[in-house]
């Protein structure tokens, strides 16, 4: 079997899916993200926005082979709103990805049945409503030469429709390539077989 390089997650962010149960509002938002940094701002604004909230239950994954998750019930009963939202992200299959839902509990309570249904239903119509794309895991390399080989480098570049991430074009060349992952050690022992060419992963 080829191994996976590709990986789903989304492009920007989605807001303000409401899903409503016995007066009780949940607002859903899903966010994509790259590090905890990143989780901490969006949930630090939404608590801002939605000051007035009883709940802001939440649960991300990061990562693309070692993968990274999370899932945080915010004071509601015990894995009826943190797990219900993960078990989504893994259904839609998708990472890099935070969803956030706020609770406005509206006087009725909905039982840990009615609350873990809530919560998958909302985690469920956010990610429905995200427009989910495919990228490819990258593997990124810095070639290092004397301007001198310039040439030779571009063309390989070249024809190998290589990306270009980064340049530093002096009498020493630095120039960083990001290659897909099945492709990329073809294409350091390209570089690596070449005299003065020096490439190093990043």
């Not at 990124?140 to 004397?146: A, P, Q, S």
Request: proline share 2%; with cysteine; net charge neutral.
């Amino acid at each position: 079997m080829a191994e996976k390089d590709t990986y789903k997650t989304i492009e920007t962010s989605t807001e303000d899916v409401l899903f409503k149960d016995k007066n009780s509002k949940f607002y859903g938002y899903a966010f994509p993200v790259l590090n905890e940094d990143d989780i901490k701002t969006h949930i630090e604004l939404l608590k801002k926005k939605h000051h007035a909230a009883r709940h802001w239950c939440y649960a991300y994954q990061l990562g693309t082979e070692t993968l990274i998750f999370r899932a945080n019930d915010d004071g509601e009963p015990n894995n009826s709103a943190g797990m219900p939202i993960y078990g989504q992200i893994q259904s839609f299959d998708v990472t890099n990805i935070l969803i956030v839902i706020v609770r406005y509990f509206g006087g009725v309570k909905l039982g840990v049945g009615g609350l873990i249904q809530a919560y998958k239903t909302t985690a469920q119509q956010t990610l429905e409503a995200s427009q989910i794309v495919e990228k490819t895991i990258n593997i990124e390399y810095c070639i290092t030469f004397d301007y001198k080989n310039m040439n030779k480098v571009m063309r390989i570049i070249k024809e190998n429709n290589i990306n270009i991430t980064n340049q530093k074009l002096e009498l020493n060349c630095d120039i960083y390539i990001s290659v897909r992952k099945k492709d990329a050690q073809y294409i350091f022992d390209i570089f690596d077989t070449l005299f003065e060419i020096k490439i190093t992963p990043i």
